[in-house]
């Protein structure tokens, strides 16, 4: 019986990846994770100017970040934000409305970067046609145009008028806000919708595959990617939650290798976590936040394991897995929840096992998986569980507001 269960198990794993291969074709794998300290550390721990040693971002934690620019005047966290805008934006644990700052600033400095390069007589043609791409999306971000080519009005190119049943906090055509941004790579960044600092709570969206600093508010896919699912949470809250929208990780390309594997997954929760407990010691909400795992992202917060200072509950959407065999071997002090799958999420069709390296464990909308349930009433496809009028966008914004 034990060999025909090993082989049972072994036939799953195999159909898992055949389900992957054919849901959404084969990506080359292989995606090398963004880890370690924020670009410019070096420079940044051999500052000596305020005569102090500066925090390495390497090794220090983000309450010692914090209790750093507690003790500094604000002249002085200036002069750093502007000297290292990428190190400051990035310091899990430094004040936020610093930190936007910092990343306003860093995006600026990118942009510029990017238009020489597009001019450098030294690169090639393909080289300057890239560089114009990036700088043409740093400009976006700095100018609060929305995605694909909408006005600074929010209205879109055909005229027709902004979403107002997705309020995001800001005013139209404002300034983004970021609370993290790392140009390297494909590019990571977290964008903040509502006031972090007065709103009655907080939430984070992790975003699946195919999610990077060009793709993470993709107007095609509106309530499939972190800033749609963020938007439509703070509507559905009426403005009562500030959400972060976090493609902080290096996510899988596609649905191949890295996407049935979780190496991506664990770097990203190293990741996640740092970001949760930055908020802890840098923002004063009612309680921690509520976090949002999408997809792949599922996996991330799985093994990213959030305590109760960290977290005041996980929702999974969409999930493929959490890399656990169970809810009991998360935190039993951080509720759980999984959302019904809908009849068309494709995500079905991927058997749920873990076996030499691929799958992503036991499903977790399985009542044996332990998890509290959620419904998706009225959500359609795999990314759908956001839209407007769904049961599972309610579900979610009372999950965000603490009445559940």
Known sequence: MGKQRIRRAAAAAALALVAVLGAGGWAAGGERAVTGPPPGSAAWVADTTLGVALPDPATTTPAEVADFFARLPPAAREALAVRHPLVVGNLDGAPVELRLRANAR?????????LARAVDPALTPRDHEAARERAERYRTLLDGTAPD??????????????????????????????LAFDPRGRGQVAEVFGDLATADRTAVVVPGSDVDLRTFDRADDPYGT??????????????????????????PLGLGPDAATEPLARAGAERLIRLLDGLAVSTAPQAPPTVFCHSYGSVVCGLARPGPRQASGVAVLGSPGLGVDSA??????????????????????VPYVR??????GADPTDPAFGAR?????????????????????????ALALGRV
């Open 373 to 397: 349930p959620l419904p998706s009433t009225g959500s359609h496809g795999h990314t759908g569980y956001f839209a407007p009028g769904t049961a599972s966008l309610a579900a979610f914004a």
């Open 106 to 114: 860093a995006i600026a400095e990118e942009r510029d970067r990017a």
């Open 226 to 251: 972190p800033v749609g699912m963020a938007r439509a949470l703070v509507g559905a809250t009426g403005g009562r939650t500030a959400v972060i929208a976090w493609a902080g990780y290096t996510t």
């Open 149 to 178: 080519g909408a006005g600074p009005d929010g209205t879109a190119p055909d005229g027709t008028a902004p979403d107002k049943e997705a309020p995001d906090g800001t005013a139209p055509g404002g300034p983004r806000r970021f």
């Open 355 to 360: 076996l030499f390296g691929l799958g992503h």
């Open 328 to 349: 009991a071997e998360l935190d039993p002090r951080v509720p759980l929840w999984a959302t019904a799958r809908n009849g068309s999420d494709w995500i079905g069709h």
